[in-house]
């Protein structure tokens, strides 16, 4: 099993910052991904960003330039920088673990809100 706690969320005005960290507990030593997803009121869970084992990093489109994802391997922390933060990135964003590359397990942290308003 492997168990995800987030912490970072919070209200924050356009414009500004956010640091969301997931640490992961458990049987990390198989975890071959992570990453952050967001889902709003009404709409979809949607993919913000991943990180692999080997360091690859991939985000999304509305994202890019704006997030980085990364990780310390001596804290199994994964985070989620966020800068130049919109209105349209309130959601609620969760951190995600990847188990095995055959058949893989996903698991998933609690979420935590992120609020972008004035």
Wanted: aromatic content about 8%; proline content about 3%; hydrophobic content about 30%.
């Amino acid at each position: 099993q492997v168990q995800l706690v987030e912490s970072g969320g919070g209200l924050v005005q356009p414009g500004g910052s956010l640091r969301l960290s997931c640490r992961a507990s458990g049987s990390i030593f198989s975890i071959n991904a992570m990453g952050w997803h967001r889902q709003a009121p009404g709409k979809q869970r949607e993919l913000v960003a991943t990180i692999t084992s080997g360091g690859s990093t991939d985000y999304a489109d509305s994202v890019k330039g704006r997030f980085t994802i990364s990780r310390d391997n001596a804290k199994n922390t994964v985070y989620l920088q966020m800068n130049s933060l919109k209105p349209e990135d309130t959601a609620v964003y969760y951190c995600k673990a990847v188990r095995g590359s055959s058949w893989p397990i996903n698991y998933w942290g609690q979420g935590t809100q992120v609020t972008v308003s004035s």
